[in-house]
């Protein structure tokens, strides 16, 4: 499984990585992507939502199933990847790139020092 070593991850397998002006892009991880499967549909939050951490952010359908996207951290939804509607496979092709879900202006920006680094994440998916 890929685990970049820049990004910092959540118990329910979500990724975030820190932008200029305290901002986070949060995906799926490598991990996640994988046990989902092909994903046919993703459903993102609204640009301008207050989100709670753990919060349920949006939802992917897969050809396996269907699984709600938690939110690493509270704030509020600055941006989304609106190509996803129309590419949700992205999620499986480049889950730390193209595959992005969304960008959150975080509420705490201390709350990120409750996420995962790699090693800790890597430990928690056993690889």
């Known amino acids: 499984m890929n685990v970049p070593d820049d990004l910092l991850y959540s118990a329910d397998h979500e990724w975030v990585r820190e932008e200029d002006g305290g901002r986070v892009r ?42 709600e996207l938690f939110a ?29 879900i969304c960008v959150i202006q975080p509420s705490d920006p201390s709350s990120l020092d409750s996420l995962m680094d790699a090693d800790a994440y890597r430990a928690l998916i056993g690889s």
């Open 26 to 67: 949060v995906g799926v991880t490598d991990y996640a992507q994988d046990a989902l499967g092909d994903v046919v549909f993703v459903e993102l939050p609204s640009t301008g939502s207050a989100i709670e951490a753990g919060g349920v952010l949006g939802e992917v359908e897969s050809t396996k199933s269907v699984s």
């Open 72 to 100: 690493p951290i509270a704030g509020q939804v600055l941006d989304v990847n609106a190509d996803l509607e129309a590419s949700p496979e992205k999620i499986n092709e480049d889950p730390y790139g193209d595959g992005w």
